[in-house]
């Protein structure tokens, strides 16, 4: 068995091909897990209670002899299990802090006919590593704004298709986020998964490259980002999409008309104290009305006074502002491309 690095698992070419087993507790890995990892438990949630609590409140060895009693047990069974997460035999394993459980599950799986890897420090460690690389400017940020309506992840992910590197924050966070971001959402990973999954993502463009984001809060619905992420984010030279109003309510019609009246009552009741209880009253009546737009326009007074705010913080240098000529996604996303390249930066 070998040790390795946090640095030599997302660098060395040795360890490529070589499958990735988190033997935390499933508790432990649906809160967040490394990019790539799969689960081979070596303890139920109970059991690791169980485990920890003895640790605690007895003793380290008390701890350790019923870990061994518990895993005893299952050891055929992670055979097995591993043999089928990793057919090619090739395993790097990692439990919390590269001590006990990963050693164990390690010595079994090299004793196995297993070639493996033991990841020094485990997911602390990890994790570590990943916020460290998330606030180092390796690539070149820039960022999307537009007020609320603009349809900012359409046009990135058109931008995307036509050759830009584009990380979708909304969409690794599974929210829109506005109080309507959740609407048609599936639920939204922990924030430290979400800097799992942003972690992964840029690290599939090389170092160097301009990577487009767009503009967001500190807060996508649930998910809080890193003060050393979001620091890089809001000092990145933004791009300014600008549309007319009616294309923005029509986007927002089209986009949000479909789901429940009740979800999307209680999507207006979220933002009662800012929006005012007479605009809150105007908006559910419109939707009582099926009248849609007046109540997206509604929404927008809310929004642009918000956006317009926090354009005065962020106080960021803009590159330009791209006025649109086309309400196709498409064709906005080739616009921005073509201004920004056209450039003197």
């Not at 380290?60 to 990793?86: F, N, Q, S």
């Not at 790097?92 to 090299?110: D, F, K, M, P, T």
């Amino acid at each position: 068995m070998k040790t390795l690095t946090v640095k030599d698992l997302f660098t060395n070419p040795t360890w490529q091909g070589f499958a990735l087993l988190d033997v935390r507790s499933p508790g432990e890995y649906e809160e967040a897990c490394l990019p790539g990892a799969l689960n081979l438990p070596l303890f139920s949630n109970e059991e690791r209670a169980r485990v920890g609590t003895l640790y605690k409140q007895d003793s380290p060895d008390a701890a350790l002899l019923e870990g061994l009693d518990i895993a005893g047990g299952k050891m055929r069974k992670l055979v097995e299990t591993a043999r089928k997460l990793a057919p090619g035999n090739k395993v790097v394993v990692h439990c919390w802090r590269g001590g006990q459980r990963s050693g164990s599950v390690a010595w079994l799986l090299e004793r196995a006919g297993f070639e493996v890897g033991q990841l020094t420090g485990g997911y602390k460690a990890t994790r570590k590593y990943i916020r460290q690389y998330l606030s180092e400017p390796r690539h070149q940020f820039k960022v999307l704004s537009a007020p609320t309506g603009s349809g900012k992840t359409p046009v990135l992910l058109a931008m995307r298709e036509q050759g830009a590197n584009v990380i979708d924050l909304e969409g690794l966070a599974n929210h829109k986020g506005s109080a309507f971001g959740g609407l048609g959402e599936g639920p939204q990973p922990s924030s430290e998964a979400f800097e799992n999954r942003l972690f992964a993502a840029l690290r599939s463009i090389p170092e160097g490259e301009v990577v487009w984001l767009e503009d967001e809060s500190r807060m996508i619905g649930h998910v809080y980002m890193s003060d050393e992420f979001y620091s890089r984010l809001v000092g990145s030279p933004i791009v300014i999409l600008e549309q007319p109003m009616e294309w923005r309510i029509r986007h927002l019609v089209d986009n949000y008309a479909s789901y429940p009246k009740e979800e999307l009552i209680a999507a207006f009741t979220r933002i009662k104290k800012r929006l005012g209880g007479q605009h809150l009253k105007a908006a559910i009546e419109a939707l009582a009305a099926d009248d849609f737009a007046a109540a997206a326009r509604i929404a927008l007074v809310y929004y642009d006074k918000a956006y317009r705010h926090y354009g005065e913080r962020r106080n960021a240098q803009v590159l330009c502002r791209v006025r649109t000529v086309s309400a196709e996604v498409g064709e906005i996303a080739g616009q921005i491309l073509a201004e920004v390249d056209g450039l003197d930066l």
